[in-house]
């Protein structure tokens, strides 16, 4: 069994600054492209970020281009999001999800086989 923990969403206000944190309960997330997405109250969930399972291939929505960055801590089973310039339209539960084995990253949430408990941001204004 897969377990993926978030961590680091909290209250903030707009233009602060968030790294959020997703850690793998064993060491073969090594392998796998993970991503993380976002879910607002009455929204579907969308795709921010993913990376792919070296590292070296990144991808990002449009709407946190420029703002979020991903990236990843094999030694540590972990993978980060940091987030920038954050503003309300940001506030969401984030999650990370693990997607293939030997991936270069998905946008896609069903190409995602399993998932976080999610973390929650809030971007005041």
């Known amino acids: 069994q897969v377990q993926l923990v978030e961590s680091g969403g909290g209250l903030v206000q707009t233009g602060d600054s968030l790294r959020l944190s997703c850690a793998a309960s064993?060491?073969?997330?090594?392998?796998?492209?993970m991503g993380w997405f976002r879910q607002a109250p009455g929204k579907d969930r969308e795709f921010v970020a993913a990376?792919?399972?070296?590292?070296?291939?990144?991808y990002y929505a449009d709407s946190v281009k420029g703002r979020f960055t991903i990236s990843r801590d094999n030694a540590k089973n972990t993978v980060y999001l940091q987030m920038n310039s954050l503003k309300p339209e940001d506030t969401a539960v984030y999650y990370c999800?693990?997607?293939?084995?030997?991936?270069?990253?998905?946008?896609?949430?069903?190409?995602?086989?399993?998932w976080g408990q999610g973390t929650q941001v809030t971007v005041s204004s």
């Open positions: 999800g693990q997607n293939k084995k030997y991936g270069l990253g998905s946008s896609q949430s069903y190409e995602y086989d399993y």
């Open positions: 064993s060491y073969t997330f090594r392998t796998y492209a």
């Open positions: 990376i792919s399972w070296t590292g070296r291939n990144t």
